[in-house]
């Protein structure tokens, strides 16, 4: 019995090819489920048809799975173990560990899928290849690497640094972080600008709202325009009495001061003239006191010259 396949059948055929089977496999399992049509003479054109749509189905599902493909071909795996002599690793890596390796990285691909013939079980590069759409397939990098190779690496390379290098490093690191202190810089200028923004935006939606209610109360009924001058005229009272009060707090500010450099002048004043009648004091007796020496001087030469005699 002749069919043509509507879908890939393992160990059968592929999808829009005309096969042979045993007439109770193809009458019982393969028509009813919808899998394959039976080829006869007189549907022979119908199948021909048939297999012309199922051939350009096929080509656009070819070309709808390049991109993958090649996104996959420039694709590496790494894995990471233990290893003894000869490079030998403890363990393996399998094909569920490269799948759940690319599952990782974005990639949904079936295990049988990946064609590899048994695990690694040494260190080194492979290339894996995957089957992805009937002949077609992508070949993968996977690396095996030896555990703490990576920091073994790093260490001989900082080794093998010249001082013109590590200066070269410390200078990098420098200007990156004078970088990150202008953005930072540049950000909180930012921000306060945008505050600044934010508040004359507010200012400007509260002056334009005061004046549409402005001009909502003036649009009033005939009878209610003494209400709304009345309560413009209140407004406006409040208006300058909070204007007078900062103008008063100032003019008290300056009373006050005022009032204490004169207080200040005339303390000094004050003691200007305790320090002159001070100084009249103290003049005088000094005067006193001069002749009363000179007095008692001239009694004694007097004395001692009526005792010499």
Avoid at 181 to 200: L, S, W
Avoid at 245 to 259: F, G, I, R, Y
């Amino acid at each position: 019995m002749k069919v043509i396949l509507k879908q890939d059948m393992e160990n059968i055929g592929r999808r829009g090819d005309i096969v042979d089977v045993a007439p109770g496999y193809g009458r019982n399992y393969l028509i009813p489920k919808n899998l394959a049509l039976e080829v006869t003479s007189s549907n022979m054109k119908m199948i021909e048809i048939e297999r012309q749509a199922l051939k350009k189905k096929l080509e656009k599902e070819r070309e709808s799975y390049q991109d993958f493909i090649e996104k996959l071909k420039e694709t590496t795996v790494t894995f990471k173990r233990k290893a003894g002599e000869k490079d030998v690793i403890f363990g393996s890596v399998s094909s569920s560990d490269i799948k759940d390796a690319l599952l990782e990285l974005g990639f949904e691909i079936d295990k049988k899928k990946i064609l590899i013939e048994e695990p690694i079980k040494r260190l080194g590069n492979y290339s894996v290849p995957i089957k992805i759409f009937h002949e077609d397939r992508a070949e993968i990098k996977v690396e095996v690497k030896r555990e703490g190779e990576e920091l073994i690496e790093e260490k001989e390379k900082e080794e093998k640094k010249s001082p013109g290098e590590e200066i070269e490093t410390a200078t990098e690191e420098k200007v990156v972080s004078k970088k990150e202190e202008k953005e930072e810089i540049k950000e909180t200028v930012q921000e306060e600008k945008k505050r600044e923004q934010e508040k004359k935006a507010a200012e400007a939606g509260q002056e334009a709202a005061e004046k549409k209610a402005e001009a909502a109360e003036e649009k009033t009924e005939p009878g209610k325009e003494e209400e709304v001058k009345a309560k413009k005229a209140a407004k406006e009272e409040q208006k300058e009495e909070q204007e007078i009060v900062p103008k008063k707090e100032a003019q008290k500010t300056k009373e006050e001061l005022l009032l204490e450099l004169e207080g200040e002048k005339k303390k000094e004043e004050k003691q200007e003239k305790e320090k002159s009648e001070e100084e009249k004091t103290k003049g005088p007796k000094e005067e006193e006191t001069k002749p009363d020496k000179k007095e008692r001087k001239k009694e004694k030469q007097e004395k001692e010259a009526a005792s010499k005699k």
